[in-house]
């Protein structure tokens, strides 16, 4: 049985202040992922069906202490049970919520019911070090179906503690790759940045933004919801072109990106930023319902002129990826980023995409009970400062893409302009057939 071990210094910097991974800034991150539902939620079902998934899952039932000689640990608190706080409102509260500066000293792990009209949104709130993207949306699938079967008066079976707190994903790697081997990348990727052409760094989005930031909320998000119709034709456009559906996203999104420079500006070099789960990676391989963060990076370039099609830059974009996993660079990239670098490694390390993704993929459709009505899932992980980025995900047979973005540095006039040639983007190549 293991009740407590120490951070790793991935998870450290999540847990520390104005600590960054890269280039983002992680320190203190939450993330939010919720449900918004048409009907109304029993909160004491709610809190009960959350004091199950802390047990199932030993990091949602965590505390961090620190030591006498200021090492932090994780130890499980069996006697925590996450709370559930109702509150009166809809959109504007959600943005006050993932605006706010959360603590963590009652818990790590907690929800909200935010409730307008015939509407109810459910938020479950957690730190960042603890979770990612990819882990949390099997969370709220098994949110789902413990709190349907308890309100339908079919409750599942009270789950035993779980006591194996998986170990942090960088000391799972450590024991994988080498230190020669992440000596050998470091060298690899200082080289490459030092014969690299200065006129070939990516372009960044001009920065427009209010300064302080918008007075209603600093982080904002505007949502692209497609039909059923519309994602399968994204499917079939990315299988007629024998690359994955991420691949297409990016090129649709590096398009849409490319409308905010001059066109006489001719073919721009872009990044493309990914975030990349690392469970494939670890052996055995960690199943994405393990609540732990695994979340590295990677980068894909993309030469992109004004007439680009999307397709064109998605070819770009999916052999920047083969690359990438052949040189294990998310993994490396992990490993190396917990050293003490030089200036120029860290400063390519530090350099900011044009634009970052995260794609979580395709998730079931929840399993709700009678009373209630899916309308949408929607996940937040922003701190300011952060480079602007697009959230996507396919909840049953409908894609979502979130824009979001730090208004002190882009406005929302851009960042509305972006959205919307994104939509046009995307239901340009979901009509594509042949490479244009």
Same mark, same amino acid.
């Given at each position: 049985?293991t009740s407590?071990?120490?951070?790793?210094?991935?998870?450290?910097?999540? =847990?520390?202040?104005?600590t960054?991974?890269?280039?983002?800034?992680?320190g203190?991150?939450?993330?939010?992922?919720?449900?918004?539902?048409?009907g109304?939620?029993?909160?004491?079902?709610?809190?009960?069906?959350?004091?199950? &998934?802390?047990?199932?899952?030993?990091l949602?039932?965590a505390?961090?202490?620190?030591?006498?000689?200021?090492v932090? /640990? #994780?130890?499980l608190?069996?006697?925590?049970?996450?709370?559930?706080?109702?509150?009166?409102?809809?959109?504007?509260?959600?943005?006050?919520l993932?605006?706010?500066?959360?603590?963590?000293?009652a818990?790590l792990?907690r929800?909200?019911l935010?409730?307008?009209?015939?509407?109810t949104?459910?938020v479950?709130?957690?730190?960042h070090?603890?979770s990612?993207?990819?882990?949390? =949306?099997?969370?709220?699938?098994?949110?789902? /179906?413990?709190?349907?079967?308890?309100?339908?008066?079919s409750?599942?079976p009270?789950?035993?503690r779980?006591?194996a707190?998986?170990?942090?994903?960088?000391?799972? &790697?450590?024991a994988?790759i080498?230190?020669?081997?992440?000596d050998? #990348?470091?060298?690899?990727?200082r080289a490459?940045?030092?014969?690299m052409?200065?006129?070939?760094a990516?372009? $960044?989005?001009?920065l427009?933004?209010q300064?302080?930031?918008?007075?209603?909320?600093?982080?904002a998000?505007?949502?692209?919801?497609?039909d059923?119709a519309?994602?399968?034709?994204?499917?079939?456009?990315?299988?007629?072109?024998?690359?994955?559906?991420?691949?297409?996203?990016?090129?649709?999104a590096?398009a849409?990106?490319?409308?905010?420079?001059?066109?006489?500006?001719g073919? &721009?070099?872009?990044?493309c930023? $990914?975030?990349?789960?690392l469970?494939?990676? &670890?052996v055995?391989?960690?199943?994405?319902?393990?609540v732990?963060n695994?979340a590295?990076?990677a980068g894909?370039?993309?030469?992109?002129?004004p007439?680009?099609?999307?397709?064109e830059?998605?070819?770009?974009?999916a052999?920047?990826?083969?690359?990438?996993?052949?040189?294990?660079f998310?993994?490396?990239?992990?490993r %190396?980023?917990q050293?003490d670098l030089?200036?120029?490694?860290a400063a390519?390390?530090?350099a900011?995409?044009?634009?970052?993704?995260?794609?979580?993929?395709?998730v079931?459709?929840?399993?709700?009970?009678?009373t209630?009505?899916?309308?949408?899932d929607?996940v937040f992980?922003?701190?300011?400062?952060?480079?602007?980025?697009?959230?996507?995900?396919?909840?049953?047979?409908r894609?979502?893409?979130?824009?979001?973005?730090?208004?002190a540095?882009?406005? $929302?006039?851009?960042m509305?302009?972006?959205?919307t040639?994104?939509?046009?983007?995307?239901?340009r190549?979901?009509s594509?057939? %042949?490479?244009?």
């Open positions: 049985m407590q071990r120490p951070l790793s210094p991935f998870e450290n910097g999540y =847990f520390g202040e104005h960054r991974l890269g280039s983002v800034p992680i203190g991150m939450p993330l939010f992922i919720g449900s918004t539902v048409r109304e939620m029993d909160p004491a079902a709610l809190r009960d069906t959350l004091t199950e &998934l802390a047990a199932l899952h030993p949602l039932r505390r961090v202490v620190t030591g006498d000689a200021g932090r /640990r #994780f130890e608190d069996d006697d925590y049970r996450p709370s559930v706080t109702v509150t009166a409102g809809g959109a504007q509260v959600y943005r006050t993932v605006n706010a500066r959360q603590e963590w000293g818990g792990f929800a909200e935010l409730r307008e009209g015939e509407f949104r459910v479950l709130v957690l730190h070090g603890i990612d993207g990819r882990s949390v =949306f099997p969370l709220v699938d098994e949110m789902w /179906r413990r709190y349907t079967a308890r309100v339908t008066g409750p599942l009270q789950p035993e779980n006591y707190l998986p170990a942090g994903v960088d000391t799972q &790697l450590a994988l080498s230190d020669a081997e992440v050998a #990348f470091v060298a690899m990727v490459g940045a030092m014969a052409d200065p006129a070939a990516p372009v $960044h989005l001009p427009d933004g300064g302080g930031g918008d007075p209603s909320g600093r982080l998000v505007r949502r692209i919801e497609l059923a519309q994602t399968a034709a994204l499917v079939a456009t990315a299988r007629a072109q024998g690359f994955s559906v991420n691949s297409l996203l990016a090129g649709a590096m849409a990106v490319r409308t905010e420079f001059a066109p006489e500006a073919p &721009l070099p872009m990044m930023g $990914h975030a990349v789960d469970r494939p990676d &670890l055995p391989v960690l199943p994405a319902s393990t732990l695994c590295a990076g894909t370039p993309v030469l992109a002129a007439d680009s099609h999307p397709i830059l998605a070819s770009a974009v052999a920047g990826m083969r690359d990438s996993t052949q040189a294990r998310p993994a490396m990239f992990m %190396a980023a050293r030089d200036e120029v490694t390519l390390f530090g900011p995409p044009t634009l970052a993704l995260s794609n979580i993929g395709r079931p459709a929840h399993s709700l009970p009678a209630l009505e899916f309308v949408r929607e992980a922003m701190t300011p400062g952060m480079p602007p980025k697009m959230t996507m995900f396919t909840v049953g047979d894609l979502t893409v979130q824009v979001e973005y730090d208004t540095e882009h406005s $929302h006039a851009q509305e302009r972006i959205a040639e994104m939509t046009w983007q995307l239901l190549v979901g594509a057939t %042949a490479r244009a």
